[in-house]
């Protein structure tokens, strides 16, 4: 929470009280993604009077603000950064609204802000107009581009508001974060009225605003916590003495700390989506297996052919199953027994897709299980050398159990086959030209833009009609067509599909197609 606005909202008027009327002096980078900047009592170079610095840390694993009361600039390998506020007086510091922004403003009318946003974070100066001068990090080429003006964001925050957002509390409070999201949702998840909820809200900014700031552990991360939480290593009331503590006990972390809590996090990250996988996959099969089953329609269609009349769309015919009446969709243009038919062949599929949820839940498991074994052992090694042998020897580098097709795309299983669907235009990308083979089935919504959809092969198998048609009706949902009565959809393998040097994210060339009309529909 040490970029979060409620602590940022603390930190401004107490740097306002150290900056207010001292001088801009000089800011230098010695370290890649690291600048200092100097401030003084005075301008005059022999007699600066009390000084005070600013270490800014922006790199993009992790982005802090120090203040050092001393820092000796070396004598090579070092250059200077915004070098036109030499001299300058600064006039105010503030934070800009909901925003984790910090602004400090000199008595010409520039402007130095602190972005703080995470693996984003910046240092950007601006000229009298509020046009950007200067960025730290050129990396962010948006920001040369970032207006002064878009940094606050006006929110209504009131009780109405929140009865307006079905009292979901994120919309109005974008800038509470993880840590305070997670703790609300624990303590909002018995109160039942609208007014129970907000007061607990009202009663969590209370605590975000108090004068106490904990610097505590999580997992064994160090963390800057407006409320108590984990392990406390330190309590302060002065938001920059917070701010050094926790800087200096993160950086202080050892190799062994920091490789072991991340591969932990990512370990018990899997864990709780296999947990979820495990829960929706028992109760989707428990539906299945409680529900009717097709090819029990069919016979009850096929002992009663002579009761239904031509042409109908549904029947009510005795369950000799469950002993009771029960009434039966079908298909008018069919007869009673070519309908009976279609239930045996949703029969097929529907014992097929029970088999392969079985078969997933039992995978599942032993993926379960395996990761908690990794847990134990990893969480008892205390030597940076061993741990990173059983990392490789186990397969668990951290790009490979980071990073997993549920995670990057949409994911839809339909009849044993599994759907991949790209979020983005640079996501689509990635899903065709890197996790998609060349016997895979290719889809996209004819002639307007959405995403790509990928059916993964089985081989030795064709792709059943049934499962193409339904990966098409998912193209037409995510596409421009979404709302159109009728999509053409083009399909057709991978190989056939290519992205020539120059061409835009998402866009491809596809060398051959074959088209099928679906009505859009999710998942």
């Given at each position: 929470?040490?970029?979060?606005?409620?602590?940022?909202?603390?930190?401004?008027?107490?740097?306002?009280?150290?900056?207010?009327?001292?001088?801009?002096?000089?800011?230098?980078?010695?370290?890649?993604?690291?600048?200092?900047?100097?401030?003084?009592a005075?301008?005059?170079?022999?007699?600066?009077?009390?000084?005070?610095?600013?270490?800014?840390?922006?790199?993009?694993?992790?982005?802090?603000?120090?203040?050092?009361?001393?820092?000796?600039?070396?004598?090579?390998?070092?250059?200077?950064?915004?070098?036109?506020?030499?001299?300058n007086?600064?006039?105010?510091?503030?934070?800009?609204?909901?925003?984790?922004?910090?602004?400090i403003?000199?008595?010409?009318?520039?402007?130095?802000?602190?972005?703080?946003?995470?693996?984003?974070?910046?240092?950007?100066?601006?000229?009298?107009?509020?046009?950007?001068?200067?960025?730290?990090?050129?990396k962010?080429?948006?920001?040369k581009?970032?207006?002064?003006?878009?940094?606050?964001?006006?929110?209504?925050?009131?009780?109405?508001?929140?009865?307006?957002?079905?009292?979901?509390?994120?919309p109005?409070f974008?800038?509470?974060g993880?840590?305070?999201?997670a703790?609300?949702?624990?303590?909002?998840?018995?109160?039942?009225?609208?007014?129970?909820?907000?007061?607990?809200?009202?009663?969590?900014?209370?605590?975000?605003?108090?004068?106490?700031?904990?610097?505590?552990?999580?997992?064994?991360?160090?963390?800057?916590?407006?409320?108590?939480t984990?392990?406390?290593?330190?309590?302060?009331?002065?938001?920059?003495?917070?701010?050094?503590?926790?800087?200096?006990?993160?950086?202080?972390?050892?190799?062994?700390?920091?490789?072991?809590?991340e591969?932990?996090?990512?370990?018990?990250?899997?864990?709780?989506?296999?947990e979820?996988?495990?829960?929706?996959?028992?109760?989707?099969?428990?539906?299945?297996?409680?529900?009717?089953?097709?090819?029990?329609?069919?016979?009850?269609?096929?002992?009663?052919?002579?009761?239904?009349?031509?042409?109908?769309?549904?029947?009510?015919?005795?369950?000799?199953?469950?002993?009771?009446?029960?009434?039966?969709?079908?298909?008018?243009?069919?007869?009673a027994?070519?309908?009976a038919?279609?239930?045996?062949?949703?029969?097929?599929?529907?014992?097929?897709?029970?088999?392969?949820?079985?078969d997933?839940?039992?995978?599942?498991?032993?993926?379960?299980?395996r990761?908690?074994?990794?847990?134990?052992?990893?969480?008892?090694?205390?030597?940076?050398?061993?741990?990173?042998?059983?990392i490789?020897?186990?397969?668990?580098d951290?790009?490979?159990?980071?990073?997993?097709?549920?995670?990057?795309?949409?994911?839809?299983?339909?009849?044993?086959?599994?759907?991949?669907?790209?979020?983005?235009?640079?996501?689509?990308?990635?899903?065709?030209?890197?996790?998609?083979?060349?016997?895979?089935?290719w889809?996209?919504?004819?002639?307007?833009?959405?995403?790509?959809?990928?059916v993964?092969?089985?081989?030795?198998?064709?792709?059943?009609?049934?499962?193409?048609?339904?990966?098409?009706?998912?193209?037409?949902?995510?596409?421009?067509?979404?709302?159109?009565?009728?999509?053409?959809?083009?399909?057709?393998?991978?190989?056939?599909?290519?992205?020539?040097?120059?061409?835009?994210?998402?866009a491809?060339?596809?060398?051959k197609?074959?088209?099928?009309?679906?009505?859009?529909?999710?998942?």
């Open positions: 929470m040490h970029q979060n606005y409620y602590f940022l909202k603390q930190l401004a008027p107490r740097l306002h009280d150290e900056l207010a009327g001292k001088y801009f002096i000089e800011a230098f980078s010695q370290e890649k993604d690291e600048i200092i900047l100097v401030f003084a005075s301008a005059e170079e022999e007699n600066p009077g009390e000084v005070f610095f600013i270490k800014a840390a922006l790199k993009s694993n992790f982005a802090c603000l120090s203040f050092p009361d001393k820092f000796d600039r070396a004598r090579r390998n070092s250059v200077n950064l915004f070098t036109d506020l030499a001299g007086a600064v006039e105010y510091v503030r934070v800009f609204e909901n925003e984790r922004a910090v602004q403003s000199f008595a010409d009318n520039r402007k130095l802000v602190f972005k703080l946003f995470g693996n984003r974070s910046n240092l950007i100066s601006y000229d009298r107009e509020g046009v950007v001068l200067q960025v730290f990090n050129n962010l080429p948006a920001d581009l970032l207006s002064l003006a878009s940094l606050d964001r006006h929110i209504d925050q009131s009780f109405e508001a929140f009865v307006a957002n079905s009292l979901r509390f994120e109005l974008p800038t509470f993880k840590l305070v999201n703790r609300l949702h624990v303590l909002l998840h018995d109160r039942e009225s609208a007014t129970e909820k907000w007061a607990v809200i009202q009663d969590m900014l209370r605590e975000l605003e108090s004068p106490f700031f904990y610097v505590t552990r999580i997992e064994l991360i160090p963390v800057l916590s407006l409320f108590e984990g392990d406390l290593i330190t309590k302060y009331d002065d938001p920059i003495e917070a701010l050094n503590g926790f800087y200096i006990a993160y950086i202080r972390l050892s190799g062994i700390e920091k490789e072991k809590a591969i932990l996090r990512i370990l018990k990250k899997r864990i709780q989506q296999t979820n996988y495990l829960d929706n996959t028992f109760k989707k099969l428990v539906e299945l297996e409680e529900a009717v089953k097709n090819d029990e329609l069919g016979n009850i269609i096929m002992a009663n052919l002579h009761e239904i009349p031509a042409r109908a769309e549904k029947v009510e015919l005795f369950d000799f199953y469950r002993e009771k009446p029960i009434t039966i969709k079908l298909k008018k243009e069919l007869s027994q070519k309908n038919e279609g239930y045996y062949r949703k029969s097929k599929n529907e014992k097929i897709e029970i088999a392969r949820l079985n997933s839940l039992q995978a599942r498991e032993a993926e379960k299980a990761m908690q074994q990794h847990l134990e052992k990893i969480e008892a090694i205390d030597v940076l050398r061993e741990l990173r042998v059983y490789k020897n186990n397969g668990l951290q790009g490979k159990i980071a990073i997993s097709t549920d995670e990057l795309f949409k994911k839809v299983e339909f009849l044993g086959y599994t759907i991949l669907i790209g979020r983005n235009a640079k996501n689509n990308d990635v899903l065709t030209k890197q996790y998609a083979s060349k016997e895979d089935l889809l996209h919504a004819k002639d307007v833009t959405g995403s790509h959809v990928v993964k092969n089985q081989p030795g198998k064709k792709f059943p009609a049934p499962v193409i048609e339904r990966a098409a009706e998912l193209a037409a949902f995510y596409s421009k067509r979404k709302n159109d009565s009728l999509c053409p959809v083009i399909f057709t393998p991978k190989k056939f599909v290519r992205k020539p040097k120059g061409l835009p994210d998402g491809v060339v596809v060398d197609e074959d088209v099928v009309m679906v009505v859009a529909k999710g998942e």
